[in-house]
């Protein structure tokens, strides 16, 4: 023992001791900041020194970082410790549907069969993937009663592209390429005038202020003479988180003046297995499978975004979709439909989302999606009874699958929206969505969802409860501070737009 | 239902505290004639077993690459993909998260977007990345779209053998504004003044590597910005980056990111620092806490449409997250001495596949320089599509994408093994 080196007393001035790592919680440099190792995580055989036939000189240094694979491992495993996900607890994110996500949907994705093939395979050695596909779209269709199905956008941001541009090129085809205006509500998601904009269509906003739907009469003035409405597009339920009730009256002027109904599927979590859009007028409507089908959100996806279109507009959606020959599966060809609004990405889609969606909607059937739509519709409900007398609710429920509150009582007190959310999550809890929708100041939307127990409601509204007493009892400083407990306290995000920096660099290190 | 919770005696409960009798007394906003009447035609649940066996017999009717006779690619490559990836995206802290808007519990996310970002730049040799495109065609549209706003003209201009699906998807994105215009040339001599940009793809969708020097003067002297595509990422591995491009997009499935018959995919996006208020999708950036600590939130959102609605510069709200995780795990398993070995195997291959191929009588190469993928030309009188079919059938052998009458591409990766060069060989010279 003799012949140990002598400890260096001075270890803890060439060593930088973290003092944000304690217990559990990581503090984590960047990979960038890590020692470069002599090998990289990978073992790769040796090249044979063939002479390079690229007829260009060969890259020397790029200037990757390199670091052994435990060093690799143990890197994200620490960078997952900092994420909330709804695996770890409640997740109320409205307009999000943050379900469990099932594990035998990764499983299935998995399987050599699925991922391990090429899209341009010949259709003959894929005829287990189309036929997936196939399954699905008819799962779609009969769950919307709108027949024609599009599997290829891979967002609900890409399906609102398709649906948008399936109305657009429809009236040119039918001669009313003059039709030009979009109706959309000032409660819409943020992506519908983006998305009619980016088609060329000019916004006119219908005000829903007052009552949170879309009244019959703001919806004529908006609509004019009708001559140049192309069409409407409106979230249903609506992002307040109630039907809007006016819609059949509504849907039988717009087709009167010539338009189509647009519905943004983002809320068919309160619908699924129960009541049909077809069946009440939309014309064609994206379907956000990772909110309603249970595909993982990812940290900001993948996501998918399919559309769904009555039969009248089925000639023009976006190519390709697939289509069954007798026995044989094979997707549609080149300039097969040639008055599709054409291809929106390479390929047929995210085909590992419709894999996943498929496997969920055949672990429900019929049966359990009824009781999706029920259960997520009841339990918004009872967060909306439980927490009305605490929190201000704009609006008289019952609600749908979200219940819709603002900071109005908080805000005597000098606690915001911004506050609440925080202190949800000093308390273990994702916020819900804060600040939209826009049509009543600082909103807070909250989406339990089916997959969530009572128990785990009632811990939800307990801890509502104590923040909205805690802002009575004009704790505010207190509010201002949270989180605490968080990984990291509340960030600057001035700063980050003023002067951005988006990536490393070591001078800059 | 197993995956769901509520009790019959729960449900009872909350009925009684919101003061209804029966769950449809909270549909009643919800006019009569859309409520499901009856059964569907659709199934009852299912449990884990059947629907394992389902969905099994569905994927063995597929060929997968699995088999190694694989030899397609044309802007997706079948690539070996290192354990730990799969089991870092599984967990479920970065499966079942939502894109970060609180930043202070997502900082897992958007540090690795961070480090994506990053990993994309030193890639390219760009000086800033966003956090991820839905894929390649799309990355590519959005460039379109992107120098068309920075420069404020509406043409675009094909500058040499493009992906035809991007092209398509591109062509799909253009056409939604009457005004917008495409043009088609190989020569930099015929762009105009009111060219927004020149898209070149590199290597080509033939498979050959292009320089992009003469691009260059000619988008400086127009004042057209350079778009540079790459769908095979590994490429970068070995090829020089596309410094002189004012934009370079395209496709980074090959790290980490299976084929899944087609998505999903990762696009990348990557630009000059000047032009990051124009830039498209979901970018993170680094700022520091109420503490002073360094972390991370997304930025720049005053481009995008949850603010600036119908003036967004995109109507983009998500990226491809989990497989930009997937890369992001990848490329640091990799590092600096694996990604440069990884290009040169995949070229090595691709030579030895070369030299089998051109052995065969009356085949050729179209391109002589290429990276790991080939253009073969077949003998007069073959049809491509015909002799990838028979290969299919007759070999199963997946041998590649007939690209026109004549021409298969086909593509040598990493995992491509001296039995499966021989197999396609021999199979190909007995269908000729």
């Given at each position: 023992m003799t012949n140990l080196a002598p400890l260096n007393d001075n270890i803890e001035d060439t060593m930088e001791i973290n003092d944000r790592t304690r217990g559990l919680n990581y503090d984590e440099t960047l990979l960038f900041e890590k020692e470069f190792t002599d090998t990289p995580g990978v073992d790769l055989p040796a090249a044979k020194g063939i002479k390079s036939r690229t007829g260009q000189k060969t890259r020397e240094k790029i200037g990757i970082h390199q670091v052994s694979e435990p060093q690799v491992v143990r890197h994200f495993v620490r960078l997952s410790t900092k994420n909330y996900s709804i695996d770890s607890g409640f997740f109320p994110l409205g307009s999000c549907t943050m379900k469990h996500n099932p594990r035998i949907n990764e499983k299935v994705a998995r399987l050599p069969g699925f991922a391990h093939v090429h899209p341009l395979q010949p259709a003959s050695t894929v005829q287990g993937a189309l036929a997936v596909m196939y399954e699905l779209q008819n799962w779609l269709a009969e769950l919307t009663n709108l027949p024609g199905v599009c599997l290829t956008p891979s967002a609900g941001a890409h399906g609102e592209l398709a649906g948008v541009m399936t109305i657009r090129k429809a009236h040119q085809e039918q001669g009313n390429g003059h039709k030009n205006i979009m109706l959309v509500p000032d409660s819409a998601h943020g992506t519908n005038p983006a998305t009619a904009a980016m088609c060329g269509f000019d916004i006119r906003v219908i005000p829903t202020k007052e009552t949170g739907r879309v009244t019959v009469e703001a919806f004529k003035e908006a609509l004019g003479d009708g001559k140049d409405v192309a069409g409407m597009m409106v979230t249903n339920p609506n992002t307040c988180g109630l039907f809007e009730t006016d819609i059949a009256e509504i849907v039988d002027l717009l087709h009167q003046a010539g338009g189509y109904f647009y519905c943004?599927?983002?809320?068919f979590n309160a619908l699924v297995g129960k009541i049909r859009p077809g069946d009440f007028g939309v014309d064609v409507m994206h379907i956000n499978l990772h909110k309603t089908f249970s595909t993982p959100h990812g940290g900001g996806g993948p996501g998918s975004g399919p559309i769904c279109v009555a039969e009248s507009l089925k000639p023009y959606i976006p190519s390709p979709i697939v289509v069954k020959d007798g026995d044989d599966y094979r997707l549609e060809q080149d300039g097969e439909r040639p008055t599709s609004c054409g291809r929106l990405k390479g390929y047929q889609g995210q085909f590992g989302m419709h894999v996943r969606a498929l496997t969920y909607m055949m672990s429900h059937g019929a049966d359990g999606l009824k009781q999706v739509s029920e259960d997520a519709v009841l339990n918004a409900n009872y967060i909306h009874a439980m927490l009305k007398d605490d929190f201000h609710a704009p609006f008289e429920g019952p609600v749908m699958h979200e219940a819709l509150f603002t900071e109005k009582y908080q805000k005597e007190n000098g606690v915001t929206t911004l506050d609440i959310a925080k202190g949800l999550i000093e308390y273990g809890m994702h916020p819900m969505t804060v600040y939209f929708p826009l049509v009543v100041n600082g909103a807070m939307l909250i989406e339990p969802t089916e997959t969530e127990s009572k128990e785990e409601l009632d811990r939800f509204i307990a801890v509502m409860k104590k923040l909205a007493s805690d802002a009575r009892n004009g704790e505010t400083e207190k509010f201002h501070n949270y989180p605490v407990s968080a990984p990291v306290r509340r960030l600057d995000e001035l700063k980050a737009a003023r002067e951005p920096k988006l990536r490393y660099k070591k001078d800059a290190a | 239902m197993r995956y769901l919770p509520q009790t019959n005696a729960a449900r009872k409960e909350m009925m009684d505290s919101i003061g209804v009798?029966?769950?449809d007394d909270l549909f009643i906003q919800v006019p009569k004639k859309a409520f499901i009447k009856g059964k569907t035609n659709l199934p009852d649940h299912q449990g884990e077993l059947q629907i394992e066996r389902k969905m099994l017999a569905y994927a063995n009717q597929n060929i997968n690459a699995q088999s190694n006779r694989f030899f397609l690619g044309a802007g997706v490559y079948y690539h070996h993909v290192p354990s730990s990836v799969d089991y870092i995206i599984q967990r479920s802290e970065f499966l079942t998260a939502y894109t970060p808007y609180q930043p202070e519990i997502a900082q897992g996310t958007l540090q690795y977007l961070f480090e994506f970002q990053t990993f994309i730049a030193q890639l390219t040799g760009q000086e800033v990345a966003n956090a991820s495109l839905y894929d390649g065609a799309t990355a590519m549209a959005e460039a379109a779209l992107m120098a068309m706003r920075v420069t404020r003209r509406n043409k675009i201009c094909f500058g040499n053998d493009i992906h035809p699906q991007y092209c398509e998807v591109t062509e799909t994105y253009l056409k939604n504004n009457d005004g917008n215009s495409y043009t088609v040339t190989e020569d930099p001599s015929k762009i105009t003044d009111d060219t927004a940009c020149v898209i070149i793809q590199?290597?080509?969708?033939?498979g050959k590597p292009h320089s992009y020097s003469d691009w260059r003067k000619a988008c400086d002297e127009k004042g057209a910005l350079l778009v540079v595509v790459i769908n095979e990422i590994v490429s970068l591995g070995m090829l020089a980056p596309p410094?002189?491009?004012?934009i370079v997009c395209g496709e980074a499935q090959s790290i980490g990111v299976a084929m899944s018959y087609g998505g999903p995919h990762l696009g990348f996006f990557a630009c000059r620092e000047k032009f990051i208020r124009q830039m498209p999708g979901r970018v993170c950036g680094e700022t520091v806490d109420a503490d002073g600590n360094r972390g991370f939130v997304l930025t720049l959102s005053t481009r995008e449409q949850h603010i600036r609605r119908e003036k967004a510069t995109s109507n983009i709200c998500t990226n491809q997250g989990l497989c930009a995780l997937a890369f992001t795990v990848h490329m640091a398993l990799l590092g600096e001495n694996g990604f440069k070995q990884l290009a040169v195997l995949n070229h090595e291959r691709a030579c030895e596949l070369a030299d089998a191929l051109i052995a065969i009588d009356g085949v050729s190469l179209k391109n002589q320089h290429f990276f790991n993928e080939l253009a073969l030309q077949l003998p007069q009188g073959k049809n491509a599509g015909d002799i990838v079919q028979q290969l299919a059938d007759?070999?199963?052998?997946?041998?590649?994408?007939?690209?026109?009458?004549?021409t298969i591409l086909i593509t040598a990766t990493e995992i491509t093994t001296d039995n499966g060069i021989k197999a396609l060989a021999n199979a190909l010279q007995e269908v000729l």
């Amino acid at each position: 023992m003799t012949n140990l080196a002598p400890l260096n007393d001075n270890i803890e001035d060439t060593m930088e001791i973290n003092d944000r790592t304690r217990g559990l919680n990581y503090d984590e440099t960047l990979l960038f900041e890590k020692e470069f190792t002599d090998t990289p995580g990978v073992d790769l055989p040796a090249a044979k020194g063939i002479k390079s036939r690229t007829g260009q000189k060969t890259r020397e240094k790029i200037g990757i970082h390199q670091v052994s694979e435990p060093q690799v491992v143990r890197h994200f495993v620490r960078l997952s410790t900092k994420n909330y996900s709804i695996d770890s607890g409640f997740f109320p994110l409205g307009s999000c549907t943050m379900k469990h996500n099932p594990r035998i949907n990764e499983k299935v994705a998995r399987l050599p069969g699925f991922a391990h093939v090429h899209p341009l395979q010949p259709a003959s050695t894929v005829q287990g993937a189309l036929a997936v596909m196939y399954e699905l779209q008819n799962w779609l269709a009969e769950l919307t009663n709108l027949p024609g199905v599009c599997l290829t956008p891979s967002a609900g941001a890409h399906g609102e592209l398709a649906g948008v541009m399936t109305i657009r090129k429809a009236h040119q085809e039918q001669g009313n390429g003059h039709k030009n205006i979009m109706l959309v509500p000032d409660s819409a998601h943020g992506t519908n005038p983006a998305t009619a904009a980016m088609c060329g269509f000019d916004i006119r906003v219908i005000p829903t202020k007052e009552t949170g739907r879309v009244t019959v009469e703001a919806f004529k003035e908006a609509l004019g003479d009708g001559k140049d409405v192309a069409g409407m597009m409106v979230t249903n339920p609506n992002t307040c988180g109630l039907f809007e009730t006016d819609i059949a009256e509504i849907v039988d002027l717009l087709h009167q003046a010539g338009g189509y109904f647009y519905c943004d599927g983002a809320n068919f979590n309160a619908l699924v297995g129960k009541i049909r859009p077809g069946d009440f007028g939309v014309d064609v409507m994206h379907i956000n499978l990772h909110k309603t089908f249970s595909t993982p959100h990812g940290g900001g996806g993948p996501g998918s975004g399919p559309i769904c279109v009555a039969e009248s507009l089925k000639p023009y959606i976006p190519s390709p979709i697939v289509v069954k020959d007798g026995d044989d599966y094979r997707l549609e060809q080149d300039g097969e439909r040639p008055t599709s609004c054409g291809r929106l990405k390479g390929y047929q889609g995210q085909f590992g989302m419709h894999v996943r969606a498929l496997t969920y909607m055949m672990s429900h059937g019929a049966d359990g999606l009824k009781q999706v739509s029920e259960d997520a519709v009841l339990n918004a409900n009872y967060i909306h009874a439980m927490l009305k007398d605490d929190f201000h609710a704009p609006f008289e429920g019952p609600v749908m699958h979200e219940a819709l509150f603002t900071e109005k009582y908080q805000k005597e007190n000098g606690v915001t929206t911004l506050d609440i959310a925080k202190g949800l999550i000093e308390y273990g809890m994702h916020p819900m969505t804060v600040y939209f929708p826009l049509v009543v100041n600082g909103a807070m939307l909250i989406e339990p969802t089916e997959t969530e127990s009572k128990e785990e409601l009632d811990r939800f509204i307990a801890v509502m409860k104590k923040l909205a007493s805690d802002a009575r009892n004009g704790e505010t400083e207190k509010f201002h501070n949270y989180p605490v407990s968080a990984p990291v306290r509340r960030l600057d995000e001035l700063k980050a737009a003023r002067e951005p920096k988006l990536r490393y660099k070591k001078d800059a290190a | 239902m197993r995956y769901l919770p509520q009790t019959n005696a729960a449900r009872k409960e909350m009925m009684d505290s919101i003061g209804v009798k029966n769950v449809d007394d909270l549909f009643i906003q919800v006019p009569k004639k859309a409520f499901i009447k009856g059964k569907t035609n659709l199934p009852d649940h299912q449990g884990e077993l059947q629907i394992e066996r389902k969905m099994l017999a569905y994927a063995n009717q597929n060929i997968n690459a699995q088999s190694n006779r694989f030899f397609l690619g044309a802007g997706v490559y079948y690539h070996h993909v290192p354990s730990s990836v799969d089991y870092i995206i599984q967990r479920s802290e970065f499966l079942t998260a939502y894109t970060p808007y609180q930043p202070e519990i997502a900082q897992g996310t958007l540090q690795y977007l961070f480090e994506f970002q990053t990993f994309i730049a030193q890639l390219t040799g760009q000086e800033v990345a966003n956090a991820s495109l839905y894929d390649g065609a799309t990355a590519m549209a959005e460039a379109a779209l992107m120098a068309m706003r920075v420069t404020r003209r509406n043409k675009i201009c094909f500058g040499n053998d493009i992906h035809p699906q991007y092209c398509e998807v591109t062509e799909t994105y253009l056409k939604n504004n009457d005004g917008n215009s495409y043009t088609v040339t190989e020569d930099p001599s015929k762009i105009t003044d009111d060219t927004a940009c020149v898209i070149i793809q590199s290597p080509d969708f033939y498979g050959k590597p292009h320089s992009y020097s003469d691009w260059r003067k000619a988008c400086d002297e127009k004042g057209a910005l350079l778009v540079v595509v790459i769908n095979e990422i590994v490429s970068l591995g070995m090829l020089a980056p596309p410094t002189e491009a004012d934009i370079v997009c395209g496709e980074a499935q090959s790290i980490g990111v299976a084929m899944s018959y087609g998505g999903p995919h990762l696009g990348f996006f990557a630009c000059r620092e000047k032009f990051i208020r124009q830039m498209p999708g979901r970018v993170c950036g680094e700022t520091v806490d109420a503490d002073g600590n360094r972390g991370f939130v997304l930025t720049l959102s005053t481009r995008e449409q949850h603010i600036r609605r119908e003036k967004a510069t995109s109507n983009i709200c998500t990226n491809q997250g989990l497989c930009a995780l997937a890369f992001t795990v990848h490329m640091a398993l990799l590092g600096e001495n694996g990604f440069k070995q990884l290009a040169v195997l995949n070229h090595e291959r691709a030579c030895e596949l070369a030299d089998a191929l051109i052995a065969i009588d009356g085949v050729s190469l179209k391109n002589q320089h290429f990276f790991n993928e080939l253009a073969l030309q077949l003998p007069q009188g073959k049809n491509a599509g015909d002799i990838v079919q028979q290969l299919a059938d007759d070999y199963g052998i997946i041998a590649g994408y007939p690209a026109d009458d004549r021409t298969i591409l086909i593509t040598a990766t990493e995992i491509t093994t001296d039995n499966g060069i021989k197999a396609l060989a021999n199979a190909l010279q007995e269908v000729l």
